[in-house]
């Protein structure tokens, strides 16, 4: 798919639809200095590097986000792949954009490798993916950057696309889901399921298009219908408008429905857009009036919001001809949350003028995840897990390769060491810490990067080393190998 190439006043004019006062001058600025330092850069799809940060920021000022944010999404690439350093950005926009530029740096540096250790591997990568960073807006950008990433993967070679496809379905599209942002998570399942299930998603398009076309135009006349019903009966509402199930969510409910099309009666369904609440109610009256409802398909998610908090009211009714339709009733402030998810808290607390008080518990990365984990009560497993294991007691630090090892708080390059192999940690040497020599015994951080240095010829560790590894399986490992070396050396002088 190729999607046409963004300039900055498109950019900027994204951002006047959703902040009507913003300043544009920082995000010219950052625009100006992002384009200087990708200078001559093509991406692999040929254009010009650029294109890349202005369509990620457009996407964010789309959603909602903040200047800051929006600056951020432009320069999101320099430090990485520039000569451009992140104190450059630094000095010229502040510490604010420079700690978000740093942060999707970071994430730029882990690999997922695909199943390998299956489960516990993809649970820490999300986990640590969320713990790195501190600032959810880090995450936010992220998506932005990974959603043009997928729409231009046809220009990478077959095996990267398909690693970072799966990357996409089984790291981005449930923490878009956890962090509320179902539309993103519709669109990276979408983009991605081409290269993940080729011949599935062959399958379901082709399945798909005729039905598709025909509920298309029969629901064109259905919307015409209602909107003279309204009309008449002088109803207000903000829209009304056909929203098409997402390929891969169609292809998932088709595996349910053992495969067979027909049993999905939402393949296109009508969502009407309101102001308040009580609107909701009585169009979903109104449409009763004139269609009978479904046995067992109205369902309440305003009343009774589904765990993921999710609200609309859905009907589905036998309607003209016999079809059946399935209508999605809403309010706009419903709508936007189900669209953007955590993001829209950005975009309302700017257009309603809240305390900064407000806002800057919003941007507090702690606080969103301690009210997520009290509203998102059947999800409670996972959250509680993050907050645990992740900001207690568990670091997470990369090999050189970007492999993430996951290490209890406190734990040093030795205890590092045994963790990748018993052999690395036998014959360890000395380690670099991001790139510096260090001591041994540094206790490590989250976001380290760790590299080893062994020596083959060495035979024994260090007793030494028994002062100060914390985990047990280190311990255990070096006491084992210095009592093998005590018999050998018992041993030794007998033999010969
Ligand atoms: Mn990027």
Request: charged residues 30%; contains cysteine; glycine residues 4%.
């Amino acid at each position: 798919m190729k999607t046409p190439l963004t300039s900055i006043e498109e950019v900027l004019k994204e951002v006047h639809t959703q902040r009507p006062n913003a300043d544009e001058q920082l995000i010219r600025n950052a625009y100006e200095f992002a384009k200087k330092a990708h200078e001559g850069q093509k991406r692999a799809s040929g254009e010009d590097y650029i294109f890349h940060s202005l369509e990620t920021a457009r996407q964010l000022a789309y959603w909602g986000m903040d200047i800051e944010t929006i600056s951020a999404g432009l320069l999101h690439d320099v430090p990485e792949d520039t000569q451009t350093s992140l104190s450059d950005i630094q000095k010229n926009f502040g510490v604010g954009i420079a700690k978000l530029v740093e942060g999707i740096t970071k994430l730029g540096a882990l690999k997922y490798r695909g199943r390998g250790e299956q489960n516990k591997y993809v649970e820490n990568l999300r986990k640590m993916f969320l713990a790195m960073a501190e600032d959810i807006r880090v995450i936010i950008i992220k998506f932005a950057d990974r959603v043009h990433n997928l729409q231009t993967l046809q220009a990478l070679p077959e095996k990267k696309q398909y690693r970072i496809a799966l990357e996409s379905m089984e790291i981005f599209a449930p923490i878009a889901n956890r962090l509320g942002m179902w539309d993103v998570k519709g669109q990276i399942e979408d983009l991605a399921f081409q290269y993940v299930l080729p011949e599935e998603y062959q399958w379901i398009t082709r399945k798909i298009a005729r039905p598709l076309e025909t509920k298309k135009i029969y629901l064109e006349k259905i919307q015409k219908k209602l909107e003279t019903i309204f009309k008449e009966k002088n109803i207000k509402y903000r829209v009304i408008h056909g929203r098409t199930k997402g390929l891969f969510r169609t292809y998932k409910k088709a595996l349910r429905k053992n495969r067979d099309i027909t049993k999905i009666y939402d393949l296109v369904a009508l969502r009407i857009v309101v102001e308040e609440v009580a609107q909701c109610y009585s169009i979903l009256g109104v449409i009763h009036e004139y269609w009978k409802p479904l046995k067992g398909r109205i369902k309440d998610y305003i009343a009774q919001p589904k765990p993921n908090l999710y609200q609309s009211l859905h009907t589905t009714v036998f309607c003209d001809l016999g079809e059946i339709v399935e209508f999605q009733i809403r309010t706009k402030k419903m709508h936007d949350e189900a669209e953007f998810g955590i993001a829209a808290h950005w975009r309302y607390s700017e257009h309603e003028k809240v305390s900064p008080r407000w806002i800057k518990k919003q941007l507090s990365w702690m606080d969103e995840l301690v009210k997520l984990q009290k509203e998102i009560q059947s999800d409670e497993s996972f959250l509680e897990s993050v907050k645990t294991n992740i900001f207690k007691d568990h670091i997470f630090v990369f090999t050189p390769m970007g492999d993430v090892i996951d290490l209890p708080e406190g734990a040093t390059p030795i205890d590092f060491a045994y963790q990748i192999h018993t052999d690395v940690g036998d014959k360890c040497c000395g380690v670099k810490i991001n790139d510096k020599i260090e001591s041994l015994k540094t206790r490590l951080k989250s976001g380290d990067v760790v590299e080893i240095f062994t020596d083959k010829n060495r035979k024994l560790p260090s007793p030494d080393w028994l002062n100060f590894v914390i985990t047990n399986s280190a311990r255990n490992h070096i006491k084992s190998a210095l009592k093998k070396g005590e018999r050998q050396k018992v041993r030794t002088p007998i033999s010969v």
